[in-house]
């Protein structure tokens, strides 16, 4: 069964800093992977996402991602954050093919930028 | 606008009184789903649905229903609430499976 692990459920930053915030996964098939940020008192909005091709994955606003498919892992990045970036963000695991499509989000990582 | 819609966005109801949860999409997508979101634990997906006709459970579907006769809307149902789904409920939907999903303003449910 697919499951996903954000490992830091808080990360204060202060801006201009880089920042990353870590997600791991599990599964025993090919995955597809997505970020989602959610500002305060809105719903979700993607940032990327990994379906195949390029392990390396550029989204808004000026993050990226790398999928490592060996340490299973789908790290966000972003080399200098702003203070509209203080949000929550998610990450997501789908496994691909079959007729699977439940998608498992982790639980969640605050990202607050302080000036 | 494309949007997803959900109706009503508060609702405040007591153990046991049925409910439903409108959502609708204008986007003409394949793919839609529901989830709760619960402070610590993310968000869970409930039910999705494929296509029309075609639903399916996902990680928490103990106490909620869905159906899906048409493409643009997917009520989320629950037969008898309990305060244990107290909780804040989104829906969503994409062109194809778990691609990229559009979101709903979320339906704050409070059961009493």
């Known amino acids: 069964a697919q499951s996903v692990t954000q490992l830091d459920s808080q990360v204060p930053v202060f801006e201009e800093a880089p920042v990353e915030l870590r997600c791991n996964y599990s599964s025993s098939v090919s995955v597809y992977l997505f970020w989602y940020v959610q500002y305060p008192n809105q719903g979700l909005q993607l940032l990327l996402k990994y379906l195949s091709g390029s392990t390396l994955v550029k989204g808004i606003n000026g993050f990226e991602a790398e999928f490592n498919k060996s340490q299973t892992s789908f790290h966000l990045r972003k080399p200098s954050v702003h203070i509209s970036d203080t949000a929550e963000y998610f990450c997501a695991v789908s496994e691909g093919g079959g007729s699977n499509y439940k998608l498992t989000f982790g639980k969640g990582t605050l990202l607050t930028v302080n000036p | 606008e494309a949007q997803v819609t959900q109706n009503p966005r508060y609702l405040i109801t007591v153990t046991g009184k049925k409910l439903t949860v409108t959502c609708s999409q204008n986007?003409?997508?394949?793919?839609m789903s529901w989830y709760r979101q619960d402070p610590g634990l993310g968000l869970r997906q409930i039910y999705y649905?494929?296509?029309?006709?075609?639903?399916d459970k996902g990680d928490v579907p103990e106490g909620y229903k869905v159906s899906r006769k048409e493409k643009r809307n997917f009520p989320l149902i629950l037969e008898s609430p309990s305060p244990n789904q107290t909780s804040l409920y989104f829906c969503?939907?994409?062109?194809?499976?778990?691609?990229?999903?559009?979101f709903g303003p979320g339906t704050r449910l409070t059961v009493l």
């Open positions: 969503a939907s994409s062109f194809w499976g778990p691609n990229e999903q559009f």
């Open positions: 986007m003409n997508h394949e793919y």
């Open positions: 649905s494929m296509n029309v006709e075609v639903t």
